[in-house]
C-alpha cells in the first residue's frame, strides 16, 4: 500500500476547470505508480472528471446521503455516485460536521452507505483548536473514532481516516511534525483496539494546509499514510507538486520499509 495523495475540491469548479484533472493525470503517469491518487468533485463534475483522470486518477464525492435513496431533496447517495463513476467518498468532513450539524452517527451512517455501494471511504476527524489549547486533541479524536467509525465494516479497499485539525484547515497553520506523529500513533492505536489487524488497511491521512513545499515534510513521517489536501487541490501546478513530494518520499524510504516501521511502532 502506497500513500494517497487526496484532493478536495469543496464547492469549487465547473466544466472549464477539468483541464486541471488532466494535468494531474499526466503528473501521476510520470510518477513511479507506488503512489495512489484521488480527487474528490462536486457530484456535478463526477462523470467528466473519471474521463479527464484517465484511470490514473481515482474520482470521488465529497458527501453522501445515508439512505438509497427517497425524499430527500438535495442529497445525494452512495449509489449514484457509484453510477456517475465515482469509485471514494469523503464523509464527517468538518465543513459538513459545522454547516450540516452532521453528529458522529450521522457520519457512521454514510461509512456504512459508502460500503454498501463499494465505494472507498475517507472518515474525517479533528480536534478543535480550543481541545488542543486544553490538551484533549488525542482524547478528542479518540471520540470521534469511536463514535464515527462502524468497526464492524469491511471497508473497501484505499479507505481512509483523515486527521485534519480544524485549527489548520484552509489556515496556513499546521501541526508541529511531533504533534502529527502524536495524533497518528495514538489513532492507530485506538484503531487497533477497536478493530485488531482489520485496521491494517485503513490508511491515516494528514490534513489541513498541506502544500508543495510542505508535503515532503509531512509524507516522510511513517505514521502519515497520505494527506488530505483541500486548496493546494485545486490547481494541478500546486497538487501535482504534492504528488511529486510523496513520489520523492517513496522512492527514498520504500514502501515496504515505511510499512515495517509502522507495524513496529503499532506494536510497541
Ligand atoms: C480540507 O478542507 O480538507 C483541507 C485540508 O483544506 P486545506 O488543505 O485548504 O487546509
Request: charge should be negative; hydrophobic fraction near 40%.
Given at each position: 500500500m502506497g500513500?494517497?495523495i487526496a484532493?478536495n475540491?469543496?464547492?469549487?469548479?465547473?466544466?472549464?476547470?477539468?483541464?486541471?484533472?488532466s494535468?494531474?493525470?499526466?503528473c501521476?503517469?510520470?510518477?513511479?505508480?507506488h503512489?495512489?491518487v484521488?480527487?474528490?468533485?462536486?457530484?456535478?463534475?463526477?462523470t467528466r472528471a473519471?474521463?479527464?483522470?484517465?484511470?490514473?486518477v481515482?474520482?470521488g464525492?465529497?458527501?453522501?446521503?445515508a439512505g438509497v435513496?427517497g425524499a430527500f431533496t438535495g442529497d445525494?447517495?452512495?449509489?449514484?455516485?457509484?453510477?456517475?463513476?465515482a469509485?471514494?467518498?469523503?464523509?464527517?468532513?468538518?465543513?459538513r460536521?459545522r454547516n450540516?450539524n452532521?453528529t458522529d452517527a450521522?457520519?457512521?451512517?454514510k461509512?456504512?452507505?459508502?460500503?454498501?455501494?463499494g465505494?472507498?471511504?475517507?472518515?474525517?476527524?479533528?480536534?478543535?483548536?480550543a481541545q488542543?489549547?486544553?490538551?484533549?486533541?488525542?482524547?478528542a479524536?479518540?471520540?470521534?473514532i469511536?463514535?464515527s467509525?462502524p468497526?464492524?465494516l469491511e471497508f473497501?479497499?484505499?479507505?481512509a481516516i483523515a486527521y485534519?485539525?480544524l485549527?489548520?484547515?484552509g489556515?496556513?497553520r499546521v501541526p508541529?511534525?511531533?504533534?502529527?506523529?502524536e495524533?497518528?500513533?495514538?489513532?492507530r492505536?485506538?484503531?487497533t483496539d477497536?478493530?485488531g489487524d482489520?485496521?491494517?488497511g485503513?490508511r491515516?491521512?494528514?490534513g489541513?494546509?498541506?502544500?508543495?513545499?510542505?508535503?515532503?515534510s509531512?509524507l516522510?513521517?511513517?505514521q502519515v499514510d497520505g494527506?488530505?489536501?483541500?486548496g493546494a487541490?485545486?490547481?494541478?501546478?500546486?497538487?501535482?507538486?504534492?504528488?511529486r513530494a510523496?513520489?520523492?518520499v517513496?522512492?527514498?524510504?520504500g514502501?515496504?520499509l515505511?510499512?515495517?516501521?509502522?507495524a513496529?511502532?503499532t506494536?510497541?
Amino acid at each position: 500500500m502506497g500513500l494517497l495523495i487526496a484532493g478536495n475540491w469543496k464547492m469549487n469548479g465547473l466544466g472549464d476547470r477539468l483541464g486541471e484533472v488532466s494535468a494531474v493525470a499526466e503528473c501521476a503517469r510520470t510518477t513511479s505508480g507506488h503512489n495512489d491518487v484521488l480527487i474528490c468533485v462536486p457530484s456535478t463534475l463526477i462523470t467528466r472528471a473519471v474521463e479527464a483522470g484517465a484511470g490514473l486518477v481515482v474520482i470521488g464525492g465529497e458527501d453522501c446521503g445515508a439512505g438509497v435513496s427517497g425524499a430527500f431533496t438535495g442529497d445525494i447517495s452512495a449509489e449514484m455516485l457509484k453510477d456517475a463513476g465515482a469509485s471514494a467518498v469523503i464523509v464527517g468532513h468538518s465543513e459538513r460536521r459545522r454547516n450540516h450539524n452532521e453528529t458522529d452517527a450521522m457520519v457512521a451512517t454514510k461509512a456504512v452507505a459508502a460500503r454498501r455501494a463499494g465505494l472507498a471511504v475517507i472518515i474525517c476527524i479533528g480536534e478543535t483548536q480550543a481541545q488542543r489549547d486544553e490538551g484533549a486533541a488525542l482524547s478528542a479524536c479518540s471520540a470521534q473514532i469511536a463514535a464515527s467509525l462502524p468497526v464492524d465494516l469491511e471497508f473497501s479497499e484505499g479507505s481512509a481516516i483523515a486527521y485534519e485539525p480544524l485549527w489548520a484547515i484552509g489556515t496556513g497553520r499546521v501541526p508541529t511534525a511531533g504533534e502529527i506523529v502524536e495524533v497518528h500513533q495514538s489513532i492507530r492505536q485506538r484503531l487497533t483496539d477497536l478493530m485488531g489487524d482489520r485496521n491494517h488497511g485503513l490508511r491515516i491521512l494528514y490534513g489541513g494546509s498541506v502544500t508543495a513545499e510542505n508535503a515532503e515534510s509531512i509524507l516522510e513521517l511513517p505514521q502519515v499514510d497520505g494527506v488530505l489536501v483541500g486548496g493546494a487541490s485545486l490547481r494541478s501546478h500546486d497538487f501535482n507538486g504534492i504528488i511529486r513530494a510523496a513520489d520523492a518520499v517513496t522512492r527514498h524510504s520504500g514502501d515496504p520499509l515505511r510499512r515495517l516501521r509502522h507495524a513496529y511502532e503499532t506494536d510497541r
